[in-house]
């Protein structure tokens, strides 16, 4: 499969938040990221135990994250939506990140990768945008 990656849930908390898990497999670029909820930092780890702080282009709340493969040039690429905003950044390494900006003021809500193509989605569905390589 193109991401190996399984995380099993082992405990969770009030209001269901998962308090202890486990990972394995290998992501895109080798390495795990995530937005922890309502945060404008990301994080980083290559073994999903130890996790390194990165900072996104803008300040605001970043919502979702997704991993994918351009198609032009087959560069593994990360990509995250700004919440309620047409700001997107791209990363190729999961650490350093590129603003961009979706083609319309959204409000975006998620982005998943299939089938060669990145797809957004607005908060009330009404809206989509595609793209090939994460970026445009």
Do not use: Q
């Amino acid at each position: 499969p193109y991401n190996d990656i399984s995380i099993k849930v082992l405990a969770t908390g009030i209001g269901g938040r998962i308090t202890s898990f486990i990972t394995s497999g290998i992501g895109v670029t080798g390495r795990f990221v995530v937005i922890p909820t309502g945060s404008d930092t990301g994080l980083s780890s290559r073994n999903g135990t130890t996790w390194s702080s990165t900072t996104f282009p803008s300040g605001g709340t970043w919502s979702c994250i997704t991993s994918g493969r351009e198609e032009i040039n087959g560069r593994e690429i990360f990509v995250a939506l700004k919440l309620a905003s047409p700001e997107a950044a791209y990363s190729y390494n999961g650490t350093s990140w590129t603003s961009t900006t979706l083609p319309s003021n959204g409000p975006w809500r998620s982005v998943v990768y299939g089938d060669g193509a990145f797809v957004a989605v607005s908060d009330d569905g009404n809206e989509g945008a595609v793209s090939r390589d994460g970026i445009n």
